[in-house]
């Protein structure tokens, strides 16, 4: 089954400014959210970004933040979800953002940690029946072993293990777009 920008979107868990930094590979994983923020907003994909109890780990990634087209919190209208429950979907707020976009029963997920908010959301997400696709280079722990089986028990509960570069060409479709043309140079 391949991602579908149509019936996709993305949920970015938790790359906060006090948390990204402890964790492996901190500057590639936010470079990585980044190009997935990139390929939705010019797909038209939704996007939802999450915070962990912002008051003690801070906002999100500045150069997260800077690609949305509103960084508000949900409750303002914005694309951020404030959060205390690990798994996103915990969140009334995160579920009613969910659902705004009916027909998009995909959700491709980033963020960290690999083996508590992003692996609690992604089987609460398969337990209500979504499609998941979890982006190995755009996920991240504060250790590699967390991180390593973190993705093999998503994978295990039915999530499918997905690059950046394959979100981007399967939502793409088709080369020969101005959509590819803009898209693919992020890669070169």
């Given at each position: ?9 993305l ?5 906060q400014?006090?948390l990204y ?5 901190p500057?590639e994983?936010?470079?990585a959210?980044?190009?997935l923020?990139k390929?939705?907003?010019?797909l038209?994909v939704?996007a939802?970004?999450?915070e962990?109890?912002?008051k003690?780990?801070?906002r999100?990634s500045?150069p ?6 509103n960084?508000?919190n949900v409750?303002?209208g ?5 959060k ?6 915990g969140?009334?707020?995160?579920v009613?953002k969910?659902?705004e976009?009916?027909?998009r029963?995909?959700?491709v997920?980033?963020?960290?940690e690999?083996?508590v908010c ?6 609460e997400?398969?337990?209500?029946g979504r499609e998941?696709?979890?982006v ?5 722990s504060r250790?590699q072993h967390?991180?390593?089986f973190?993705?093999e028990?998503m994978?295990d509960?039915g999530?499918r293990i997905v ?8 939502w793409?479709r088709?080369a020969?777009t101005?959509e590819f043309?803009?898209?693919?140079a992020?890669?070169?």
């Amino acid at each position: 089954m391949l991602m579908d920008a149509a019936r996709s979107t993305l949920v970015i868990v938790d790359v906060q400014d006090k948390l990204y930094p402890a964790c492996l590979d901190p500057v590639e994983t936010v470079d990585a959210c980044c190009f997935l923020l990139k390929c939705a907003n010019r797909l038209s994909v939704p996007a939802i970004i999450t915070e962990q109890y912002p008051k003690g780990l801070g906002r999100t990634s500045k150069p997260i933040l800077d690609l949305l087209d509103n960084d508000a919190n949900v409750a303002d209208g914005g694309n951020v979800v404030s959060k205390i429950s690990f798994s996103c979907v915990g969140e009334d707020s995160f579920v009613t953002k969910l659902e705004e976009n009916p027909g998009r029963d995909q959700v491709v997920v980033a963020g960290m940690e690999t083996h508590v908010c992003v692996l609690q959301t992604v089987i609460e997400l398969l337990d209500r029946g979504r499609e998941v696709f979890v982006v190995a280079d755009a996920v991240t722990s504060r250790k590699q072993h967390d991180r390593i089986f973190g993705i093999e028990r998503m994978r295990d509960a039915g999530a499918r293990i997905v690059t950046r570069e394959s979100v981007m060409f399967e939502w793409l479709r088709v080369a020969g777009t101005p959509e590819f043309k803009e898209l693919s140079a992020l890669i070169r």
